[in-house]
């Protein structure tokens, strides 16, 4: 009885990994993966559970408007991780078109844009900052930890290295970081390190249909990348389940 009871409280105080995100965290599995998936082999799930909650294409608004950050909200527990990584479908300008319902306003300001859809329901749309901010403050107070992860970079080249986000999505996530002081991890940067270190013509090996998502050996590269983010962040004990 006394091991049952013992048993089962651990199982309860477990831990999570709970991810967040678009398509390059959690994809189809078939031809393409998201990082999300591979990287519960890179950690002792005997001590800690690894959630994939990202879903293909959504970005902070819809992730939001959509309930689904509400889901993972609730069932959030104090002494559990959040993974957040967005951007890759934040660019189209807002609006209640196919194309604009996932466009966000850039930067990480307070600015917003008051949109009525056709069946009367109005959305305000803010900036991508407070969306990523609005997931960190809310991760804080169920007593988890937020970590915000840049975007993987893409199949894009120009005169010999990978192109870089450090100049919008991925420089307003490590904005956000800094002024709510949570976690931050540079994907972008060390995924793209290896990128260059291997040249285009191994990385496009990665890129079975377009230059964005990856077969499941460029997931794993960058699942590698995160954790390697993980071991670098100071006083994180997410590192703590790292195998």
């Known amino acids: 009885v006394a091991f049952l009871t013992f048993s089962a409280f651990m199982l309860q105080h477990k831990p999570a990994l709970h991810t967040i995100g678009d398509s390059t965290v959690r994809n189809s599995n078939k031809e393409t993966w998201g990082w999300g998936t591979p990287i519960a082999a890179l950690f002792d799930t ?3 559970h690894v959630e994939n909650n ?3 294409g959504r970005s902070t608004r819809t992730f939001l408007s959509e309930g689904r ?9 104090p002494g559990d ?3 957040m990584q967005f951007g890759h479908n934040e660019g189209s300008v807002p609006d209640t078109t196919k194309a604009g319902r996932r ?3 850039k930067g990480i300001g307070e600015e917003t ?3 009525t859809w056709p069946d009367g329901k109005v959305e305000t749309v803010h900036t991508y900052g407070w969306y990523l901010r609005k ?7 169920k007593g988890a930890t937020p970590i915000v992860v840049s975007m993987i970079p893409r199949n894009e080249f120009k005169n010999g290295r990978v192109l870089r986000a450090d ?6 996530a490590a904005e956000v970081a800094e002024e709510e002081k949570t976690y931050f991890i540079d994907l972008n940067k060390i995924t793209a390190d290896k990128y260059d270190a291997l040249g285009p013509d191994k990385v496009k090996l990665f890129f079975p249909g377009d230059h964005t998502h990856t077969n499941l050996s460029g997931a794993k590269v960058n699942a590698e990348s995160v954790v390697q983010g993980i071991k670098e962040l100071k006083d994180c004990k997410l590192k703590n389940y790292v195998l």
């Open 81 to 83: 991780f959040v993974t």
């Open 135 to 141: 997931f960190v403050r809310e991760t804080k107070a």
């Open 103 to 105: 466009g966000v306003l």
């Open 54 to 56: 990202a879903m293909s």
């Open 167 to 172: 100049q919008d999505f991925g420089k307003w």
């Open 46 to 48: 005997t001590k800690i």
């Open 113 to 115: 844009k008051v949109l």
């Open 69 to 77: 950050w509400c889901i993972v909200l609730a069932s959030r527990k």
